[in-house]
């Protein structure tokens, strides 16, 4: 069986990427050579895309017709370039019913006075939720970690560390799955609520949402069931060059080729977005950042997606 997460050093990483580029024909065909290259990625790592999904479900309660939900991810605040007023006009434009963050929002301690520039102005009538990724963990002593969490609180913004939440008026179960990446994923533990009103013979089924920052905890959420399934982690590759496919990608479904986008895997409808931020290098090729907005129908048809 293949390794869950393909890991990578720092300097394996830029010893990789060094040649990559240095060896890649783009190179020899752009006039400017490598200047080129550093161009087209500046205008990628800027060029922050919405993603507009319809997704359709036949029993989707009456409640949801029509509800959208906003996904942000991979925020990297550390090294952000995109202006949160950018962030916020694309977000508030859209007047999401729900607003959920699948992890990475910071990277380092001085990270933690941006939260209110970048989050506190978004706002949405049903709620704001979020998960942690790996650099949420990465950098925080369990003092500022604390901290860290009571900041998003303080924001309106609801943590789910391997617990759910209901929203009765919208018959929705959000279900946040703690971070894959580092283990702190547990997820028998974020559906034990779940489970329990399951028991109780709720009438009519909830539409279970999960959150989650990497696919590697799917086997888990598969064996529960879920009506969507959303997470990041992969950054979409980041760097990927015309020919090729993503330098890393970092997760077992990345690994076997499926690291962005829509998908159905095991029966559970996926999602992994591409991220607004970068990680180890600012910049971004060929995979340009995003926000995904869902908007949930009743019926059969296929998803439906749109980008601007």
């Given at each position: 069986?293949?390794?869950?997460?393909?890991?990578?050093?720092?300097?394996?990483?830029?010893?990789?990427?060094?040649?990559?580029?240095?060896?890649?024909?783009?190179?020899?065909?752009?006039?400017?050579?490598?200047?080129?290259?550093?161009?087209?990625?500046?205008?990628?790592?800027?060029?922050?895309?919405?993603?507009?999904?319809?997704?359709?479900?036949?029993?989707?309660?009456?409640?949801?017709?029509?509800?959208?939900?906003?996904?942000?991810?991979?925020?990297?605040?550390?090294?952000?370039?995109?202006?949160?007023?950018?962030?916020?006009?694309?977000?508030?434009?859209?007047?999401?019913?729900?607003?959920?963050?699948?992890?990475?929002?910071?990277?380092?301690?001085?990270?933690?006075?941006?939260?209110?520039?970048?989050?506190?102005?978004?706002?949405?009538p049903y709620g704001k939720f979020v998960?942690?990724?790996?650099?949420?963990?990465?950098?925080?002593?369990?003092?500022?970690?604390?901290?860290?969490?009571?900041?998003?609180?303080?924001?309106?913004?609801?943590?789910?560390?391997?617990?759910?939440?209901?929203?009765?008026?919208?018959?929705?179960?959000?279900?946040?799955?703690?971070?894959?990446?580092?283990?702190?994923?547990?997820?028998?533990?974020?559906?034990?609520?779940?489970?329990?009103?399951?028991?109780?013979?709720?009438?009519?089924?909830?539409?279970?949402?999960?959150?989650?920052?990497?696919?590697?905890?799917?086997?888990?959420?598969?064996?529960?069931?879920?009506?969507?399934?959303?997470?990041?982690?992969?950054?979409?590759?980041?760097?990927?060059?015309?020919?090729?496919?993503?330098?890393?990608?970092?997760?077992?479904?990345?690994?076997?080729?499926?690291?962005?986008?829509?998908?159905?895997?095991?029966?559970?409808?996926?999602?992994?977005?591409?991220?607004?931020?970068?990680?180890?290098?600012?910049?971004?090729?060929?995979?340009?950042?995003?926000?995904?907005?869902?908007?949930?129908?009743?019926?059969?048809?296929?998803?439906?997606?749109?980008?601007?």
């Open positions: 069986m293949p390794p869950l997460t393909k890991n990578i050093s720092r300097r394996g990483f830029f010893r990789r990427i060094g040649g990559f580029i240095a060896n890649h024909w783009l190179l020899s065909t752009l006039p400017v050579g490598s200047l080129g290259v550093l161009g087209y990625a500046k205008h990628d790592t800027l060029a922050l895309k919405r993603e507009h999904w319809d997704l359709f479900y036949p029993k989707l309660p009456s409640s949801l017709e029509g509800k959208t939900i906003c996904q942000l991810s991979d925020l990297h605040l550390e090294t952000l370039q995109i202006l949160p007023e950018s962030i916020e006009q694309i977000v508030m434009a859209q007047k999401p019913d729900l607003l959920v963050i699948t992890g990475d929002i910071v990277s380092t301690r001085t990270d933690l006075d941006k939260l209110e520039i970048y989050l506190g102005g978004l706002t949405a998960v942690m990724g790996n650099n949420d963990y990465s950098n925080l002593s369990n003092t500022l970690f604390k901290r860290y969490l009571q900041q998003f609180q303080h924001l309106g913004w609801t943590p789910l560390l391997n617990h759910a939440s209901y929203l009765s008026e919208l018959n929705l179960w959000i279900i946040g799955v703690d971070d894959p990446a580092t283990a702190h994923d547990d997820v028998d533990l974020a559906y034990k609520a779940v489970l329990l009103s399951q028991s109780q013979h709720q009438s009519s089924p909830p539409f279970r949402l999960v959150l989650a920052h990497s696919t590697d905890c799917l086997d888990d959420v598969a064996k529960n069931g879920a009506e969507l399934l959303l997470a990041g982690h992969t950054h979409g590759g980041q760097i990927r060059l015309p020919g090729f496919g993503p330098l890393i990608t970092n997760t077992y479904l990345g690994d076997l080729g499926v690291y962005e986008g829509y998908h159905v895997i095991n029966g559970i409808p996926l999602y992994i977005n591409r991220g607004i931020g970068e990680s180890i290098l600012p910049i971004r090729f060929n995979v340009p950042p995003e926000i995904a907005f869902f908007t949930l129908h009743q019926g059969n048809s296929q998803a439906n997606h749109q980008t601007f």
